[in-house]
């Protein structure tokens, strides 16, 4: 497996069961544990989550964990005091997601057929959060399990081919006037696509899955031309499953998918003058507002090339109508037009080690790449216009080992950038309000001095 593929991959155990899967110690309380990710809500405030993936199962759980950054950003506040315990998840945790709309919460993961959600409810005082599980309006200590069958998936699918539903997104998609909630879910260990309504109780109803082709798919992203709910496109991530195939940019259009269209999924295979790389993060410029052709048509990647080189790879992702035939019919003239995107690569920037996670930040004093530099212990601060990266600052102040997931968030007027970092349990939460993202500054490191160090880098 190419080492780009999340850091943890090769060292996680393909175990499944319930979120107490595995007999090890009780966790520490209010504490992190090998943090893969964080999410914060759309509009910012006061708490943000943290999934923790309890990589070594010294633990009998992952978690997710809440943030309070009032307490966090307090004056000489004790590192631990802003987390407070959340709902048990299974261990070996990749992804957290939270919806635009009501801050519910899916987290993905490896080694179990399921993805599992939970409401965050912020109490009357708005100085604490507990969590609501589906069908139930009290108050739960481990999220809601959503499994996968293979019965509901269909084409095919095997019970192995749906373990580890490892990358996930929400959609909103306007249909016929009616606002429908969609999650989708893309597997490491097959090529299958699923696609979920979500209802406004949080139940998952399988709506369609289909093969992606010969690929892992380790990251998906909404393309730009998503915004308005009007229209969606997703975009998978993919490295190989031989070491000698392509990795491919998979172009879905959610639409069409649902109607159960042939063309609906479009791959595109991704090979620099330097040879193949494997994707292991990606980031679109979000819309500026709810005009669809104001999308930023770029696509900023974390890849490895040849010899596992890191690069931030930036490909031209415009939609372009393209006349694709039916291969639904026989007929060769039975053609139509669709919007597609070429993904030709249009620059790489070469940086060091591994890398985590990718986010666009827009900003009035020009718009920032912030990419996560899991072997350097640093996050990378770059520029970008257009199809064009340069690197501002490796930015290492306060920055635990191994940073993996990134997340924007606000609170009191000010905008941060919450940091997880894999190796020694900890959050950092950086000050990105200056216009230099040189002088950037870290302002608080949340962690539990309880939480036994780990000696090795995975």
């Known amino acids: 497996m190419n080492r780009m593929l999340f850091v943890a991959c090769v060292v996680l155990s393909a175990l499944a069961g319930c979120a107490r899967d595995v007999a090890g110690e009780a966790r520490v309380p209010n504490s992190f544990y090998f943090p893969v990710d964080v999410a914060a809500p759309a509009g910012g405030g006061r708490f943000a989550y943290v999934l923790s993936a309890n990589l070594d199962h010294r ?27 959340g709902v048990d998840v299974p261990s070996l945790g990749a992804s957290l997601h939270i919806r635009a709309n009501d801050g519910f919460l899916m987290s993905t993961g490896r080694g179990y057929r399921s993805v599992n959600v939970v409401w965050p409810q912020i109490n009357q005082a708005g100085d604490g959060v507990s969590f609501r599980c589906v069908g139930s309006s009290e108050p739960c200590s481990e999220a809601t399990r959503v499994l996968i069958s293979a019965d509901d998936v269909g084409n095919d699918a095997r019970t192995q081919d749906l373990l580890s ?34 209802g406004t109780d949080g139940v998952f109803r399988h709506v369609r899955s289909a093969l992606l082709g010969n690929v892992a798919v380790n990251n998906l992203a909404l393309h730009p031309a998503t915004c308005g709910n009007t229209r969606a496109f997703l975009v998978a991530g993919s490295q190989p499953f031989v070491s000698n195939t392509q990795s491919q940019m998979i172009h879905v259009d959610v639409d069409r998918f649902l109607q159960g269209k042939s063309d609906a999924i479009n791959s595109t295979e991704l090979q620099s003058a330097v040879g193949s790389f494997s994707v292991a993060s990606s980031a679109f410029a979000p819309a500026a507002n709810d005009d669809c052709a104001l999308g930023n048509q770029w696509l900023y990647l974390a ?10 790879t930036v490909l031209d992702a415009a939609l372009t109508n393209t006349l694709v035939g039916n291969v639904d019919t026989p007929d060769p003239y039975d053609t139509r037009i669709l919007e597609r995107p070429n993904y030709d690569i249009a620059s790489a920037l070469p940086v060091g080690g591994r890398l985590g996670k990718t986010l666009y930040i827009r900003r009035d004093g ?12 640093a996050v990378y601060f770059l520029s970008v216009k257009d199809a064009s990266v340069q690197l501002i600052t490796r930015y290492e ?17 000010k905008r941060y950038l919450l940091v997880p970092s894999f190796v020694d349990h900890s959050v950092s939460i950086i000050d990105i309000d200056g216009r230099d993202p040189a002088r950037f500054k870290t302002v608080a490191r949340v962690y539990n001095p309880k939480t036994p160090p780990t000696e090795r880098r995975p």
Do not use: C, M
């Open 165 to 198: 539903p490892f990358s996930g997104v929400f959609i909103d998609l306007k249909q016929e006037g009616v606002l429908k909630h969609y999650a989708a879910l893309a597997y490491l260990g097959s090529s299958f696509l699923s696609l979920f309504e979500v």
């Open 366 to 377: 020009g718009d920032i790449l912030a990419v996560a530099a899991f072997d350097d212990d």
């Open 303 to 312: 890849s490895a090339g040849a010899g596992d080189a890191a690069n931030i």
């Open 397 to 413: 102040e306060g920055i635990g080992r191994g940073p993996y997931g990134l997340a924007e968030t606000s609170y009191n007027g």
């Open 59 to 85: 633990y009998n759980t992952g978690w997710i964990s809440v943030i309070d950054l009032e307490k966090a950003l307090g004056a000489d506040a004790e590192p631990e005091v802003a987390i407070s315990d």
